[in-house]
Nanobody
Framework: QVQLVESGGGLVQAGGSLSVSCAAS????????MGWFRRPPGKEREFVAA????????YYADSVKGRFTISRDNAKNMVYLQMHSLKPEDTAVYYC????????????????WGQGTQVTVSS
């Protein structure tokens, strides 16, 4: 079992920056691929970014590539998403998710989800 708790959401103006964090419980965190997803208002949940269990590989949605950075600290059981050059269309509830141990960053089937944190970008 993995429990995930997101934090750090808020309101930011377009062009600004914001970081969200995810605290994970459990002893298997360091073996799991981690991802960030988001659900914009009135839309389906969509993939944002993923990071390999050892942090040596990342994968981004085209819509955020070059603006967002995913990172992790296995010693602290934390995963982060730094967001820059934010746009109103980045407004969404952002979710942290965990995959099976030692799994591919390109497979978007995730097993555990956090409760989400709201990010609002004003124009």
């Amino acid at each position: 079992q993995v429990q995930l708790v997101e934090s750090g959401g808020g309101l930011v103006q377009a062009g600004g920056s914001l970081s969200v964090s995810c605290a994970a419980s459990g002893r298997t965190f360091s073996t799991r691929t981690m991802g960030w997803f988001r659900r914009p208002p009135g839309k389906e949940r969509e993939f944002v970014a993923a990071i390999r269990w050892n942090g040596d590989s990342t994968y981004y949605a085209d819509s955020v590539k070059g603006r967002f950075t995913i990172s992790r600290d296995n010693a602290k059981n934390m995963v982060y998403l730094q967001m820059h050059s934010l746009k109103p269309e980045d407004t969404a509830v952002y979710y942290c998710a965990a995959r099976a141990p030692y799994s591919s960053i390109y497979d978007l089937r995730y097993d555990y989800w956090g409760q989400g944190t709201q990010v609002t970008v004003s124009s």
